[in-house]
Each structure stands twice: as structure tokens, then as C-alpha cells.
């Protein structure tokens, strides 16, 4: 089988970088020691060996499609969702008690980075599922959850988040879906949504769709916004009858071919029953538990494709004879192996790099979300908003540099990266939707920047700048490392004075000002960001070096503490470019330029 991720490296971040198997010490966790921690994850391999990743390439091929009013999938997909169903991925994160497996949320995204390594295509079904459901069992009533979630649970059923509309894309106050109640408690729907991933297939019984929708009446805004259980199917009397949600077609896409993405119409041609969740015009409020989780495995997708792209451009590298060293001229002697070539390793550095320094972003944000899920008092409080302002760079990220990552790997095969006789091409069409999903990143810069950053007083970003400096005192201490700490230090020193100096334009200037570059503070915080995460490891890599390790472990530490070194001398000063032009924000460039000027 080839290889599309690393499970040492896992194991590495899980239990040397995050000592993750603290976390049971809280009841809910008791089980999940190292061992039981390390058996889920050799699990999760068997199973994205068997049922995902020989589907991968096939799924591309034998794309899915709409006809007569069905939408056809490949076939291995009914397998594969039921293989992550029955292997307790689904309902991981639930009670014991209703079959789920009380799972830390930071082993779950460890397994699942695996499963989107192997084929996303296919496993951001069965997890789109798990996060509509969990949608349902934290604010929807014990009869909504009763009903749904358990054919949720075992793969018969599909979950889905319902937002976008023709009218409104991301713009979520102009949605205009209704809702109107009857005396029998339910609402009819009417409307429609577009770019509803896994929105109707085949491979299960019935689509759940957790659907906004404005109540007739309703304020307006995102304050007059409520959330609707809306299945394809509605169970009567024991049975399953249409509900009046139509699929008009689906949409045609760069990638993904195999992950359907569909155009919803309810209530057109029949009565469309929806259930409320929780109390009326919520709906929003509810709906960002499902966006937040999204937006971390949009970049654990994003990571995945990155992933496999890595290891097959590593593969080709230690295969592929071309050329010589600069130095030789002997075109008689054999030609080398392009990974020889400084520039290929240079190449395929950048790709480690983005790729281990995204996974243990993401790992750790996951590890935050379980402390702030079960520790109590300022342990919960400062983990839930360390994640708050982490989040949008834990998608966005790896779904941007994810993206070069890939390109790069594709480089690295020259021009047989773009053949489809290799999986390159396949997987930068894949890559490419990831920094659209769950808000693009120029959402997610206004987000960081305008909400994020002066959220609880500043206080995450705090929290965070005291995390850092921790490291930094700890890498400090290690003399290979010791540069890397100063260059960490000035590094967050300058990003502080930039964002003073936004802070102070904010109250001086029109919002417009404030963030017209907001995508470029996102990227600047999230280089720094990654360089943090890169220190972390190279400083547990320093210390397990100075032991007696076999062979296979020396080259992996080695090779973190190479790709830290990499990162910081390739990509942190990068940011001085970003300061430079974050500190010129005032010349209103792009405010101020004329639409009719753009030509």
C-alpha cells in the first residue's frame, strides 16, 4: 500500500508534542490511554487502507452524476461509509450509552486526517454526517434526536449543513427561505439552497439536512434566522415518505468529482415538513457549532490532500534518475536521482513543512476543544478562546499553502504531474475548493482582524503571545535552536506592533480601511503562527536526539528538526514583506481605486 500519511508522525504530535493522553484524567476520557489511543489510530489506517484509498483516483473517473432526477455515486462509497460507521468513527465523539465511543475530539481529527489523506472524496460524507448529528444531539430535543440520529449514526443516513441560497452566498442575513408553523408543529418549507455538499445520493436511505430558514415574521437579519431538521424523507407511521426536497441538478466542479455538491428545492412541488432545533430565531447561534467544527476539517482536508501529495512527489523523487550535480559534466556517468538536487529537497521541504506544521495546528486546536469541552473554570474558559482565535487560520492555512504545497509537489514530477498518470493533478483540482469551504479566506481574515483579535479585551491573543514565549524560552535553552527562538521573538514582537497599529487606523478610519488587507494580516499571523508549531516540535525533537535511537528514529527526528530550519529560514521572513505592507494600509490603494479604474 503506498503511503499517503505519516502514522509515526501522529503518534509524534499525539503523544510527544500534546501529551494527549492526559486528557484521561477527565471521566469522559478515562479510557483513552497511549495504547488505547495508538490501537484507534492503527484502526483508522486499516480501515482508509481497505475501503478509501483505492477508491480515490476511481471516484475521479467514474465521476458521480444527475440524471432523471437521482444523483448516481460511485459504488465503493455505500462500503466506505458503512466501514467508518461500523468502525465507531461516526458516532465517535457520542455516550457510550447510545453506541458512540466518548472519543477526545483531538484522537477523532487524528483519525480523520488520515481518512482524508486516503480520500476525502469519500470520508467528508460520513463526517458531514457526524456533524449535522451533533448538531441535533446538543441543541435539538430528545424526540428530534431519537428520530434521526441514530440511522445518522450506523451510515443509512446522510447528514448535511443547508446554508448557501442563489442570493445570498455567504451573506447569510439575506437568506429568504421560509418557514411557516402549523398547528401540528411542524414548519413548511419553502425555498431553496445551492452547493449543499452531499446534498442527495444513493448510497444511503434518506439526507437529513440541517437547513436555515426565516420564520414568517421573524426579524430581520441574522437575528431572524432559525434552524430546521428538513430530511429528503420524513418518517410516518413507521415508514419513509417524500418530503417535498427535490434535487434540480448538481453542480459541476474543478475537483471533487466524486463529492457531490447539489441544488435543492423545497417545498416546490409538495409540502416540505421541517423540525425546529431549540427555540425560534437561534438558528445562526446553533448553526456555528456546525461551521466552527467544519472550518477545522476543512483543514484537515485541506492537510490530507496536501499529504498524499507529498508522499507521492517523495515517492517520485527517490525513483526518478535525471541529471547530474551541477559540478559533474560527465554525461557519461549514471544520472542521479532527482531528489539529489538541492531544489527538488528544497521543493519537498516546503511541502513537509506545510503539511506537519498544519496537522499540529490542527491537532492542537482539537486538544484546546477537549479542555474547553471538559476542564473547568479559567482552564475551560482560556482553551475555548484560544481556539476561538485560532480557528480561522487553522482553515485557512493549510488551505492556501496547502494549495502552493500541492502545486509544488506537482513541480516535482515535472511534466508527468500533469498527467492522470499519477494522482498530482488529481489532488490540486481536489485542494483548490478548500480555501472557498466554510467562507473564504477573505471572510476569515475579517474575522481574525475585525472580531477575533480584540475578543474578551484582547485576551486571546494574550493568552496566545504567552504560549509562544514559553516556547521560545524553551527553545531558547536548546542551543541548535537558539537563533530560531530570537527570530521567533522578533517575529511576534513585530506582528504585536502591526496589530497596534491596525487597531489605532480601526478607530481613526471607516471600517473599509481597517480591513482591506485583512487576508494579508490572516496570512502574516498564520505564518508566525505555524513557525510557533514548527519550534514545538523541533524542541521535543532536540530532546529525544540526545538518546540512543535506532536508525529510523534518529532520520525522523532529523528530519523535524531540518524542516523546522527550513521554516524558518524559507517562509517566517516572508512576514517582513506582510509587515511592511500591513504598515502601509493608510494609502487606501484598494479603497479608493475606482471599479470603472479596474479594466
Not at 50 to 72: C, H, I, N, Q, S
Not at 259 to 272: F, I, K, P, R
Not at 293 to 320: C, D, F, M, N, Q
Not at 464 to 478: D, P, R, W, Y
Request: charged share 20%; net charge negative.
Amino acid at each position: 500500500m503506498e503511503t499517503y500519511a505519516s502514522l509515526r508522525n501522529l503518534k509524534f504530535l499525539l503523544h510527544e508534542v500534546l501529551e494527549a493522553e492526559q486528557l484521561s484524567k477527565f471521566e469522559r476520557f478515562t479510557d483513552y490511554d497511549t495504547e488505547a489511543m495508538d490501537m484507534a489510530l492503527e484502526a483508522a489506517k486499516q480501515i482508509a487502507d481497505t475501503y478509501l484509498f483505492p477508491y480515490y483516483r476511481e471516484m475521479d473517473r467514474d465521476k458521480a452524476y444527475y440524471k432523471e432526477g437521482k444523483v448516481y455515486t460511485h459504488p465503493a462509497l455505500k462500503a466506505g461509509i458503512q466501514a467508518l460507521a461500523e468502525g465507531g468513527w461516526i458516532a465517535a465523539i457520542d455516550d457510550f450509552e447510545v453506541g458512540g465511543q466518548q472519543m477526545p475530539g483531538v484522537l477523532l481529527h487524528a483519525g480523520l486526517f488520515q481518512f482524508y489523506a486516503a480520500n476525502a472524496n469519500l470520508a467528508a460524507y460520513a463526517f458531514l454526517t457526524q456533524a449535522a448529528a451533533n448538531l441535533i444531539r446538543t441543541f435539538g430535543s430528545e424526540e428530534l434526536y431519537s428520530t434521526f440520529v441514530p440511522n445518522m449514526y450506523n451510515g443509512k443516513w446522510q447528514g448535511t449543513m443547508a446554508l448557501t441560497e442563489p442570493q445570498a452566498g455567504s451573506s447569510l442575513s439575506d437568506i429568504t427561505t421560509s418557514a411557516e408553523p402549523t398547528e401540528d408543529g411542524h414548519y413548511l418549507i419553502r425555498g431553496q439552497k445551492i452547493y449543499i455538499s452531499g446534498g442527495d445520493h444513493a448510497a444511503v436511505d434518506n439526507v437529513v439536512h440541517l437547513l436555515l430558514a426565516r420564520i414568517k415574521g421573524a426579524p430581520a437579519g441574522t437575528k431572524g434566522i432559525s434552524l430546521f431538521v428538513v430530511p429528503k424523507y420524513r418518517p410516518e407511521h413507521e415508514q419513509l415518505v417524500s418530503n417535498g426536497v427535490t434535487t434540480a441538478g448538481i453542480f459541476g466542479k474543478m475537483g471533487q468529482k466524486g463529492y457531490v455538491a447539489a441544488h435543492l428545492m423545497l417545498g416546490e412541488q409538495e409540502s416540505c415538513y421541517g423540525y425546529l432545533v431549540g427555540k425560534p430565531h437561534q438558528g445562526l447561534r446553533f448553526m456555528f457549532q456546525m461551521m466552527n467544527e467544519a472550518r477545522i476539517g476543512t483543514g484537515l482536508v485541506a492537510t490530507g490532500t496536501a499529504s498524499a501529495a507529498y508522499y507521492a512527489a517523495l515517492k517520485y523523487a527517490h525513483e526518478r534518475p535525471q541529471g547530474r550535480h551541477p559540478s559533474n559534466k560527465d554525461v557519461s556517468q549514471e544520472q542521479v536521482l532527482i531528489i539529489e538536487h538541492a531544489d527538488v529537497r528544497r521543493m519537498l521541504l516546503f511541502q513537509k513543512s506545510v503539511v506537519e506544521g498544519s496537522l499540529a495546528l490542527l491537532l492542537y486546536c482539537s486538544y484546546l476543544s477537549d479542555l474547553a469541552a471538559e476542564a473547568e473554570g479559567e482552564a475551560a474558559e482560556n482553551s475555548h478562546l484560544l481556539l476561538e482565535l485560532l480557528t480561522p487560520i487553522a482553515k485557512s492555512y493549510p488551505s492556501e499553502m496547502g494549495t502552493q504545497a500541492v502545486s509544488i509537489g506537482m513541480q516535482c514530477l515535472g511534466g508527468a504531474g500533469y498527467t492522470d498518470d499519477f494522482p498530482l493533478e488529481q489532488l490540486y483540482r481536489d485542494i483548490r475548493v478548500n480555501a472557498i469551504y466554510e467562507g473564504t479566506t477573505g471572510i476569515h481574515g475579517m474575522d481574525l482582524l475585525g472580531r477575533k483579535i480584540t475578543m474578551a479585551n484582547g485576551k486571546a491573543v494574550k493568552l496566545l503571545m504567552q504560549e509562544i514565549q514559553q516556547t521560545i524560552k524553551n527553545a531558547g535553552a536548546i542551543e541548535p535552536l537558539a537563533s530560531m527562538a530570537r527570530d521567533l521573538g522578533m517575529a511576534t514582537k513585530q506582528l504585536h506592533e502591526v496589530t497596534l497599529d491596525l487597531l489605532a487606523l480601526a478607530s481613526q478610519d471607516v471600517p473599509e480601511v481597517f480591513l482591506a488587507d485583512a487576508t494579508l494580516y490572516l496570512e502574516y499571523f498564520g505564518t508566525i503562527t505555524i513557525a510557533w508549531q514548527w519550534l514545538r516540535q523541533a524542541g521535543v525533537a532536540m530532546e529525544k536526539l540526545n538518546a540512543g535511537l535506532s536508525e529510523e528514529e534518529n532520520e525522523f527526528y532529523q528530519g523535524k528538526v531540518y524542516a523546522c530550519r527550513y521554516f524558518f529560514a524559507y517562509e517566517l521572513p516572508k512576514t517582513n514583506g506582510l509587515a511592511y505592507r500591513l504598515g502601509h494600509t493608510k494609502d487606501r490603494l484598494t479603497v479608493d481605486i475606482p471599479p470603472a479604474f479596474i479594466n
